[in-house]
């Protein structure tokens, strides 16, 4: 072995001593390695966090602004609620032959959830009643004072008692729990706007003689009605809500009588139309006569009306004119 020649045992020292470098080598890159990775993962950590900051901070905010908006919000109804303007206003109700069976059912469930709100929010609250409260009546003409005269069991007591109904229910609730109640009977109304197909006499008659046909007149003819116009009922239902102290029931109508044969005298000659009358059998329970006594809403609402038949009808025959 020359002296150049390594001996096997230094050989042996340099490779330990490469290999000891190597792993060190391969040691420090891993602990790199390993700082960077958790360099990163902490950056990655913070970029969460403020990433939940935030959500955290605009739903705070929104949570903020949506708490403020419903107290507002509350605030109004409750204002609204306790204004003594806030009025709620019970119109609900339909003529028995479109109703039906459900007639009853819907005016008396319909009356004791609306009492079930003026109640809650302490409103003044208006029940549409009318003259079908009277029934046929045997009192001529009809003062509130009279209890009426109501088949209970017939085609039209659906449309009869359901009225009555929820009038007991807003007595019973002025009564029990103070609400604030209102009660008008409104007797016939008409005026511009009525569907032409909703079966009351003004509007069939009208629209019979516009188009030509025949102008059906129910029974003898002999029966009467009194006839008010829309202008002068909505006069009267807001003297009503704004009168203290007086909770009716009051009536509302007109009380000029007419006879059905002299309404389509009437429509015949203002419509200018050649339609002829003709009879058809009088609807069961139909009242045969209706009139109302208006000195209660004279004395308490000083309210009368003014628009007289011709006047009314000129302007609902313009109106069905301008429909058909
Ligand atoms: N009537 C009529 N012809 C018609 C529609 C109704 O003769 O085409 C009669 C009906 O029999 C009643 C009167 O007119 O005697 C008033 O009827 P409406 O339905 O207008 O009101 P209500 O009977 O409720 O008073």
């Not at 360099?39 to 950590?45: I, P, Q």
Request: hydrophobic residues 35%; charged residues 30%; negative net charge.
């Amino acid at each position: 072995m020359s002296s150049n020649e390594k001996s096997v045992k230094e050989v042996a020292e340099d490779l330990k001593s490469a290999a000891a470098d190597a792993g060190k080598d391969l040691k420090d890159h891993a602990q790199d390695a390993l700082d960077s990775a958790r360099h990163g993962a902490r950056e990655a950590a913070d970029a969460v966090q403020d990433a939940v900051d935030d959500v955290k901070d605009s739903a705070h905010a929104a949570a903020g602004s949506a708490k403020r908006a419903l107290k507002k919000a509350k605030h109004r109804l409750e204002d609204e609620a306790t204004d003594p303007n806030a009025f709620i206003d019970d119109l609900a109700a339909r003529a028995p032959e479109l109703a039906g069976l459900s007639a009853p059912l819907k005016q008396v469930e319909g009356a004791l959830n609306m009492l079930g709100l003026a109640k809650r929010c302490k409103a003044r609250i208006l029940q549409a009643s009318t003259s079908e409260v009277y029934g046929d009546p045997m009192v001529h003409p009809q003062p509130e004072t009279y209890w009426g005269n109501v088949n209970p069991v017939g085609v039209r007591s659906c449309y009869d008692e359901g009225k009555r109904c929820a009038e007991t229910l807003f007595m019973d609730y002025r009564r029990m729990n103070g609400v604030d109640i209102r009660i008008i009977r409104i007797f016939n109304t008409y005026g511009p706007r009525m569907n032409p197909n909703d079966g009351r006499v003004v509007s069939n008659f009208i629209v019979q003689a516009l188009k030509g046909e025949d102008i059906t007149i129910y029974g003898t003819g002999r029966q009467t009605r009194s006839f008010q116009y829309v202008d002068d009922l909505v006069e009267g239902m807001v003297r009503m809500m704004n009168t203290e102290g007086f909770s009716g029931p009051v009536n509302l109508g007109n009380p000029v009588e007419f006879t059905m044969l002299e309404l389509a005298e009437k429509v015949i000659e203002m419509t200018g139309s050649s339609s002829k009358t003709v009879f058809r059998p009088l609807p069961l329970d139909d009242p045969a006569q209706r009139k109302p006594d208006i000195r209660l809403a004279g004395e308490k609402l000083g309210w009368k009306p003014n628009i007289p038949l011709e006047k009314g009808l000129e302007k609902t025959i313009a109106y069905f004119r301008s429909i058909l």
